[in-house]
């Protein structure tokens, strides 16, 4: 079975470029969420969704961030415009328990380097 | 006070060795608890997962739960230089449905 898929794998760009990333959740799953992980703060929650509905997106950093999930087996997550700060690799994972009861399957991750 | 703690090491064990990683979480209504290895420049992988009713066992690997003092464990019996990784630890918080991660453990298996 396919696992989450995540696109690009890197993307190297200067600051003040628009980003995009991709994730495609396992099928049949119904909860999706992004994560951030740098050294310094580790693996950081920044949104998740339920049945494409956004539920918690207290983890976004600032309104240079958005995440869509227009229908169940698509969302990105923009950044705009980037920042050097924002360098880091960017997990999409997914699990069809909304309650959080069962394990989150993660995407081999985005690398992300602001020039 | 972190909502998940874990020591970030590095702890470093003999190969053949137990190695024993260890999580405190504040919330005491948690009930699943999880445990990812992490490869460096690769994604979190799960090993295996707890709900607050019991310990779980599945080859070299053994999670406990100790409600009382609101920590979670996970053994690594007979470790192996393969075992070296960092390894996560999350938690459940109040069932919201997203879970809450420690910074981590490097494990170092040496030869």
């Known amino acids: 079975d396919a696992g989450v898929i995540q696109s690009p794998r890197h993307e190297v760009t200067e600051m003040g470029q628009e980003v995009t990333l991709r994730c495609k959740p396992i099928s049949g799953h119904n909860s ?10 580790g693996l950081e929650l920044l949104i998740y969704f339920n049945n494409n509905v956004p539920i918690d997106d ?3 950093p ?8 227009p229908n169940a087996s698509f969302s990105t997550l923009k950044i705009q415009p980037s920042e050097p700060r924002d360098s880091a690799v960017y997990f999409c994972a997914s699990t069809w328990d909304r309650r959080g009861n069962q394990p989150q399957h993660f995407g081999d991750g985005t690398r992300l380097s602001i020039l | 006070q972190k909502e998940v703690e874990q020591n970030s090491g590095p702890l470093s064990v003999p190969e053949g060795a137990i190695a024993s990683l260890n999580c405190t979480y504040s919330d005491r209504g948690s009930q699943s608890f999880f445990w990812y290895r992490q490869y460096s420049g690769k994604s979190p992988e799960l090993i295996m997962f707890i709900y607050s009713n019991g310990d779980k066992e599945d080859g070299r690997f053994t999670a406990q739960l100790n409600k009382a003092s609101q920590y979670v464990s996970l053994l690594i019996r007979d470790s192996q ?8 630890c ?9 879970l809450t991660f420690g910074q981590g453990t490097i494990l170092t298996v040496h030869p």
């Open chain 1, 58 to 60: 207290s983890g976004m």
């Open chain 2, 81 to 88: 230089p393969s075992d070296s990784a960092t390894y996560l």
């Open chain 1, 32 to 41: 999706l969420f992004w994560y951030r992980q740098t050294m310094m703060r």
């Open chain 1, 62 to 69: 600032e309104d240079r961030f958005s995440a869509k999930m």
């Open chain 2, 90 to 98: 999350a938690v459940n918080i109040a069932s919201y449905g997203k």
